[in-house]
């Protein structure tokens, strides 16, 4: 059974930067889609930044310049670095892994930017 645990988040002034991390456990034969997206309140869930099966990264054009996603194959985390947070990045950010006829989702943690 594939479990993903986000970390990482917290309360953060604009400006300021805060680093995620998604830890996978479990196994995924094939994995599409590795990432991150938010949900703001009264809105709908949003990419964020992921990587696509191929290995390359997309952002959001709202994020580009700003995030940065890595990972550690090796420990099966990936991670969402923040720099410059602005008011509106507050959300709930969730780890997401597609694989072929599947999908997972972590739990969400809470990033709030403060003005």
């Not at 993903?4 to 599409?32: D, H, M, P």
């Not at 009264?42 to 996603?69: C, H």
Request: charged share 15%; aromatic share 10%; with cysteine.
């Amino acid at each position: 059974q594939v479990q993903l645990v986000e970390s990482g988040g917290g309360l953060v002034q604009a400006g300021g930067s805060l680093r995620l991390s998604c830890a996978a456990s479990g196994t995924i034969f094939i994995v599409n889609v590795m990432g991150w997206y938010r949900q703001a309140p009264g809105k709908q869930r949003e990419l964020v930044a992921i990587f696509t099966r191929g290995g390359s990264t997309n952002y959001a054009d709202f994020v580009k310049g700003r995030f940065t996603i890595s990972r550690d194959n090796a420990k099966n985390t990936v991670y969402l670095q923040m720099n410059s947070l602005k008011p509106e990045d507050t959300a709930v950010y969730y780890c997401h892994v597609s694989s072929v006829g599947s999908n997972y989702w972590g739990q969400g943690t809470q990033v709030t930017v403060s003005s």
